[in-house]
C-alpha cells in the first residue's frame, strides 16, 4: 500500500511558479512509476507528466512542455513538479498518482494509487 500526500498549490500570477510536492509512504517507492495528472472544473482529469522509477524517462503533455518539469528523489520518496510560466488555462487541481511496475505511463487507468489533490489557480 501507498499513501500519497500533494503539497504545494496556492494562488499564482500568470507567469509565476510554483512547485508542487508529492511525499509517499511505502519502502517501494523506488520502485514506482509516478506521475502528476489535473483536473479542471468541469473537465475531465488529464495526464501532465509522468516519470519513470529511475527518473531516467520523462514525458510531458503538449500544453505544459517547456513550462513543467517532473522530477523524483527517492532517498526522500518524493516526487516534485516544477511548474514555471504558468497560465490561467493551469488552473486545477493537481493530482499525484503511482503505478507499481515502474514504466513510464500516461494513461490514468494504469496507476494504481492516487493522492488527495492539491489546488492550483493561475489569476490573471
Known amino acids: 500500500q501507498v499513501q500519497l500526500v500533494e503539497s504545494g498549490g496556492g494562488l499564482v500570477q ?3 511558479s510554483l512547485r508542487l510536492s508529492c511525499a509517499a509512504s511505502g519502502r517501494t517507492f523506488s520502485n514506482y ?3 502528476w495528472f489535473r483536473q479542471a472544473p468541469g473537465k475531465e482529469r488529464e495526464f501532465v507528466a509522468g516519470i519513470s522509477w529511475s527518473g531516467t524517462s520523462t514525458g ?3 500544453s505544459v512542455k517547456g ?3 517532473i522530477s523524483r528523489d527517492n ?3 518524493t516526487v516534485y513538479l516544477q511548474m514555471n510560466s504558468l497560465k490561467p488555462e493551469d488552473t ?4 499525484c498518482a503511482a503505478d507499481p511496475f515502474g514504466a513510464l ?3 490514468a487507468s494504469e496507476f494504481y494509487y492516487w493522492g488527495q ?3 492550483v489557480t493561475v489569476s490573471l
Open 14 to 16: 500568470a507567469g509565476g
Open 33 to 35: 512509476a509516478m506521475a
Open 60 to 62: 510531458y503533455a503538449d
Open 67 to 69: 513550462r513543467f518539469t
Open 75 to 77: 532517498a526522500k520518496n
Open 92 to 95: 486545477a487541481v493537481y493530482y
Open 105 to 107: 505511463q500516461r494513461e
Open 117 to 119: 489533490g492539491t489546488r
